[in-house]
C-alpha cells in the first residue's frame, strides 16, 4: 500500500491531487519551481478545504490535519523519498520529458512515476526514463476534488503490477479508475476536445453565439456545462495543445483545430484564468 506520494506541479491539478491524497490520508510532497507558485497553490488547498469546512462537510481539526499532511519544497530532490510520484506541469512534451529524465534519477528504482497529461503518449513519456515498466498516466479531471474520474493510460511496457498500483491508490484516494490503452486523447479528450473544436467552429462560421451553442447543449443534452464555457474552464491554450496533440497523432484533418481557436490562443484569451476567452470573467 502506497503511503506517501510526490506532487510536481502545485497548479489547479497539482494542489487538486495534492489536496484529495492528503485528505486520503497520504503523505505529500508538493514541488514546484518557485514559493509564489507554491503559495499560491497553498492558498488555493486552503479555500477548497473552507468551503468543505463552512458546508460542514469537514471540522477545523479535519482541515488543519489534511493541510498538515501537505509538505511544500521548490528542490526535486526533496521528492526522493516518496513511494509514488505524480507530475501535473503544463502540457508540452519537451518540459515533461525533462522533468521526468530527472526524476528517473532522483527517485528509487521501485517508484512509480505517473503522468497526469491529458493527451500526451504515456509510451513516448516512458521511453526518456529507465523505468518504462513502472511509467503509467494517471488523468485525473478538473476539478480534482470534486470529480470522481482517473483515467489510467497504460504505455506499451507497463506492467500489470504497474497498473494494478495505481488503480489502488486512485482508489485509496476515494476515485473510479477506469483503464484505457495508450492512444492520442486517450478517450477522454479523444471524445471531449473534438466536440468543443466542433463547438468552435460553429461560432466562427456564424451558426450561433456562444450563449446559444452552450444553452443547447445543456439544455437539449443535459451536459452540465456548455462546451465554451468548458472551454474557458479548460483553459483555450490547454484545448488547443490537446487537438494538436489529436492532429498530429492521427495524422486526420477532422481533429484540426479551429482558426479561431488558434486566433484567441494568439491573443492570449485564455479563458478564466486570463479573465477573457468565449466569455469575460
Known amino acids: 500500500m502506497i503511503n506517501s506520494i510526490g506532487v510536481v506541479g502545485a497548479g489547479t491539478m497539482g494542489n487538486g491531487i495534492a489536496q484529495t491524497a492528503a485528505r486520503a490520508g497520504l503523505s505529500v510532497a508538493m514541488h514546484d519551481v518557485s514559493d509564489e507558485l507554491i503559495a499560491l497553490g497553498v492558498s488555493t488547498i486552503g479555500k477548497s478545504l473552507q468551503r468543505d ?101 497504460r504505455g506499451v511496457a507497463t506492467s500489470d503490477q504497474t497498473s494494478a498500483a495505481t488503480r489502488e491508490l486512485a482508489e485509496a484516494m476515494g476515485k473510479t479508475a477506469v483503464e484505457v490503452s495508450d492512444s492520442p486523447g486517450f478517450i477522454s479528450n479523444r471524445v471531449l476536445m473534438p466536440m468543443i473544436n466542433e463547438a468552435v467552429f460553429a461560432l466562427y462560421e456564424g451558426v450561433g453565439s456562444p450563449e446559444a451553442i452552450d444553452q443547447i447543449m445543456k439544455l437539449g443534452m443535459n451536459h452540465p456545462m456548455g462546451p465554451l464555457q468548458l472551454a474557458d474552464f479548460i483553459g483555450l491554450d490547454v484545448c488547443l495543445a490537446i487537438m494538436n496533440v489529436l492532429y498530429d497523432g492521427f495524422d486526420d484533418s477532422k481533429y484540426r483545430p479551429c482558426p479561431l481557436l488558434k486566433k484567441y490562443v494568439d491573443a492570449g484569451w485564455l479563458g478564466r484564468k486570463s479573465g477573457r476567452g468565449f466569455y469575460q470573467y
Do not use: C, Y
Open 53 to 153: 469546512v463552512d458546508k460542514q462537510r469537514l471540522t477545523w481539526e479535519d482541515k488543519g490535519g489534511i493541510i498538515s499532511r501537505i509538505k511544500t519544497t521548490t528542490d526535486l530532490a526533496d521528492l526522493r523519498s516518496a513511494e509514488f510520484v505524480v507530475e501535473a506541469v503544463t502540457e508540452n512534451l519537451a518540459v515533461k520529458s525533462d522533468l521526468f529524465r530527472r526524476l528517473d534519477k532522483i527517485v528509487a528504482p521501485t517508484v512509480i512515476l505517473a503522468s497526469n497529461t491529458s493527451s500526451i503518449s504515456i509510451t513516448k513519456l516512458a521511453a526518456v526514463t529507465s523505468r518504462p515498466d513502472r511509467f503509467i498516466g494517471m488523468h485525473f479531471m478538473n476539478p480534482v476534488p470534486v470529480m470522481k474520474l482517473v483515467e489510467i493510460i
